[in-house]
């Protein structure tokens, strides 16, 4: 499972998704530009001392991606939804979408890929959540129906 943030722009959202990679052995991609240095303090302070249990890569742009990983499933995760993120049906290789902070996903990429884009529901008056508790929230609806593979459930 694999988590994307295109074009992030908050380097503590970063950091506490990254710290949620690291948690789950998800794996994180970061489609530039970015909005911070990834050797921002905050970037740094938020993922603590997990970085080095996260596997992180770089791509130029979302189409990079899109190209590296031909046949593997995306989903695209905006508020403009319909479909909820409970009925997608979540497999092992699968890559979770996420927009920048300010803007999520592009009307375009959205259009380009609707049949698989979904919504984590709201009340009619809040814009969106915080980006690292989308995340949150997505990530774990798909490693539930994948029984938390690889994950201690019980201590």
């Given at each position: 499972?694999?988590?994307?943030?295109?074009?992030?722009?908050?380097?503590?959202?970063?950091?506490?998704?990254?710290?949620?990679?690291?948690?789950?052995?998800?794996?994180?991609?970061?489609?530039?530009?970015?909005?911070?240095?990834?050797?921002?303090?905050?970037?740094?302070?938020?993922?603590?001392?997990?970085?080095?249990?996260?596997?992180?890569?770089?791509?130029?742009?979302?189409?990079?991606?899109?190209?590296?990983?031909?046949?593997?499933?995306?989903?695209?995760?905006?508020?403009?939804?319909v479909r909820l993120y409970t009925a997608?049906?979540?497999?092992?290789?699968?890559?979770?979408?996420?927009?920048?902070e300010t803007a999520g996903l592009s009307?375009?990429?959205?259009?380009?890929?609707?049949?698989?884009?979904?919504?984590?529901?709201?009340?009619?008056?809040?814009?969106?959540?915080?980006?690292?508790?989308?995340?949150?929230?997505?990530?774990?609806?798909?490693?539930?129906?994948?029984?938390?593979?690889?994950?201690?459930?019980?201590?």
């Amino acid at each position: 499972m694999r988590i994307v943030l295109v074009e992030p722009e908050i380097p503590g959202n970063t950091g506490n998704i990254a710290r949620l990679c690291a948690g789950t052995g998800m794996e994180l991609h970061l489609v530039r530009p970015l909005g911070f240095s990834t050797d921002d303090k905050y970037l740094k302070r938020a993922g603590l001392d997990y970085w080095h249990l996260v596997k992180v890569f770089f791509h130029d742009s979302i189409d990079e991606l899109f190209e590296a990983h031909v046949g593997t499933p995306f989903y695209f995760f905006s508020t403009k939804a319909v479909r909820l993120y409970t009925a997608a049906a979540y497999g092992p290789d699968d890559f979770l979408v996420f927009g920048k902070e300010t803007a999520g996903l592009s009307e375009d990429l959205l259009r380009a890929h609707w049949d698989t884009t979904v919504r984590i529901p709201l009340q009619s008056e809040a814009r969106s959540l915080n980006l690292s508790n989308a995340v949150a929230v997505a990530a774990y609806e798909a490693l539930r129906q994948l029984s938390f593979p690889g994950l201690q459930t019980v201590r």
